[in-house]
């Protein structure tokens, strides 16, 4: 758990963006929209980094394909979504918004199956060898990134698909606000809690914690811990896939997002503190709200860089102050 | 008599080190059998080799009368073995009732013997929400026990449980186990020799990997040179 001294670095980064999101915005509206785009991202990055740190934390498996299967989702549902493509479902599902709900279903499919692959496949043989598995999901997330070129060439999509909910706004403080957003932030949040209760309260999640601290004593127990490996890591690749296919009319599909989604997971489950739930969390909304305010102040200067370099900055912070993240063991 | 536990002539590795070098145990059907010998003369590799988590390259172990040796550890507890590793491993973050709900092979289990096991050890009932890193050394033992105690086995598997505990404590653990090897059969590792003699019914010595004594407990109590010879103590 937290002691004081992460309360406060929280408190204290917190107020930080705050202000400067404040000294940004001409207006209420204005800090509102900053605030709900961060939130927007955090819920993103959370998407990627739960999955990241839960596989971690149980397995010692750094998963550095982890962004790959967040492009994957996004070109899936982007293709399911639009007509032509791999997937073509306009005709059995001409209603564009119950399209989207198929094409998300689709991107989870898709992560499960790839992320059931991998474990089962390639993963499994090699437990015993830390490296051997870093270098194998560094070698998965190449060859994903030449087959989805392969298969939807490096020319990236932009969402062009309109749709009820990704189209319509609402007003506070005089701004308009995109529904989508909030909708995807509702969801994010929902998602954070449904799996910290998973986490707590079910058996499944008491394997989860008690495998994280000693594997061998669970099996020894008549656990089967490698299914429950094969399980989580099935789930932490869906779940990244179900965040690009919802990022996806925003962001659209291309090459690049495995890689920039994976590098601010990182950033987020080492500066959380490796394999802490809730610091993984409270991670991603902060790193989160961190780009949100990079972007913001970064508008109109030279620093055009500022928003991507913000979750390293954020980390080395942190790392100073608590050398094993914030909600991590020292 | 007939035995629940018979291991064979077993060999295993750690790494490329040859760690047991022919071990043969047995242990006989409701009985308690001490495992004695040196520190780091292979006690605990043969629990971890019966259990299946060093798995012995070769030889023979039978539970029940079918061989077990190869199989994965979790197949192996589930027949009905319980393991009691040492040092307490007990799982520190999760609550002493999580670390009992965590043993159950059925649902229910914790249910059904939690009567059994706070009668046997009374102090788990009120520390029951605690996270088990907050007990006590003895506290903790006595969860490591009780955990094995959920689920229907028929052998338990002690690594030293008096380790590093206070006479007291020990006391109770000692009439713990001897009421609970009513009900099952007991494979124990044992350092002190006062603690072995008082449960015990039968031995085995293990020395630099290799079984090198068995018999009567009442009998090795009497050979003053075999437990000078193997155990250093008088
Ligand atoms: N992981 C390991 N790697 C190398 N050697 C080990 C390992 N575990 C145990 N050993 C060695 O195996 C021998 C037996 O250890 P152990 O079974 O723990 O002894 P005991 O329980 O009788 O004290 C010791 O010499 C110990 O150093
Ligand atoms: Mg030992």
């Given at each position: 758990m937290a002691g004081r001294a992460s309360l406060i670095a929280i408190a204290l980064i917190l107020a930080a963006l705050f202000g400067v999101a404040f000294a940004n915005s001409s207006s209420p509206g204005d800090f509102g929209i900053t605030l709900l785009s961060g939130l927007f991202q955090g819920m993103l990055l959370f998407l990627v980094a739960s999955g990241l740190s839960i596989v971690f934390g149980l397995m010692d498996v750094l998963n550095l394909a982890q962004g790959s299967y967040f492009m994957v989702?996004?070109?899936?549902?982007?293709?399911?979504q639009h007509a032509g493509g791999v997937i073509d479902l306009t005709s059995v599902l001409p209603d564009p918004n119950l399209r989207f709900i198929g094409a998300v279903l689709a991107a989870i499919a898709v992560g499960a199956l790839l992320g059931y692959l991998l474990e089962r496949g390639l993963l499994r043989p090699l437990y015993s060898r830390p490296i051997f598995q870093l270098v194998l999901t560094f070698g998965v997330s190449l060859v994903a990134l030449e087959l989805v070129k392969f298969i939807w060439t490096t020319t990236p999509y932009s969402w062009t698909e309109l749709f009820g909910v990704r189209e319509s706004f609402f007003e506070l403080f005089g701004q308009r606000f995109s529904t989508y957003r909030l909708f995807v932030v509702g969801m994010g949040i929902a998602l954070?809690?449904?799996?910290?209760?998973?986490?707590q309260r079910s058996r499944i999640g008491i394997?989860?914690?008690a495998g994280v601290e000693?594997?061998?004593?669970?099996?020894?127990?008549?656990?089967?811990?490698?299914?429950?490996?094969?399980?989580?890591?099935?789930?932490?690749?869906?779940?990244?896939a179900f965040g690009g296919a919802v990022a996806a009319p925003f962001l659209g599909a291309s090459t690049t997002l495995g890689n920039i989604f994976l590098l601010q997971a990182i950033a987020v489950v080492v500066l959380g503190g490796m394999g802490s739930y809730s610091g993984t969390a409270v991670g991603s909304v902060l790193v989160g709200l961190a780009i949100a305010v990079a972007q913001d102040t970064a508008i109109g200067t030279a620093f055009a860089a500022l928003p991507s370099i913000t979750p390293m900055l954020l980390l080395v912070l942190v790392l100073l102050v608590r050398p094993s993240g914030l909600f991590g063991k020292s | 008599m007939s035995s629940i536990l018979e291991v064979r002539d077993i060999h295993t590795f750690i790494g490329q080190f040859h760690i047991l070098e022919g071990v043969s145990v047995?242990?006989?059907?409701?009985?308690?059998?001490?495992?004695?010998?040196?520190?780091?003369?292979?006690?605990?590799?043969?629990?971890?080799?019966?259990?299946?988590?060093?798995?012995p390259a070769r030889g023979s172990i039978h539970f029940d009368g079918k061989p077990i040796q190869g199989r994965q550890s979790h197949n192996i507890a589930q027949l009905g073995i319980g393991y009691v590793p040492e040092h307490r491993a007990i799982f520190r973050s999760l609550s002493v009732r999580e670390n009992l709900q965590l043993a159950e092979r059925r649902s229910g289990d914790f249910a059904r013997k939690a009567d059994f096991i706070f009668d046997l050890f009374p102090d788990l009932k009120r520390l029951i929400e605690l996270p088990g890193g907050n007990l006590s050394g003895g506290q903790q033992q006595m969860l490591a026990v009780a955990r094995a105690l959920v689920p229907e086995n028929r052998l338990l598997l002690i690594d030293e449980p008096s380790e590093g505990l206070a006479p007291v404590i020990i006391e109770q653990l000692i009439a713990a186990i001897q009421r609970l090897s009513s009900q099952v059969s007991v494979l124990l590792v044992e350092q002190n020799f006062r603690v072995a003699s008082k449960l015990a019914q039968s031995y085995v010595?293990?020395?630099?990997?290799?079984?090198?004594?068995?018999?009567?407990?009442?009998d090795l109590v009497q050979d003053k040179a075999l437990i000078q010879r193997y155990l250093g103590v008088a």
């Open positions: 989702g996004a070109y899936v549902a982007y293709d399911a954070i809690v449904a799996i910290g209760l998973l986490l394997i989860i914690r000693d594997r061998e004593m669970v099996q020894a127990l008549g656990i089967n811990v490698r299914a429950v490996f094969t399980l989580v890591f099935t789930l932490g690749c869906a779940i990244a | 047995s242990v006989t059907t409701g009985g308690i059998t001490v495992l004695l010998g040196r520190n780091g003369a292979g006690k605990t590799t043969t629990l971890r080799s019966i259990i299946g988590l060093t798995p010595i293990i020395d630099e990997g290799h079984s090198v004594a068995a018999g009567a407990m009442a």
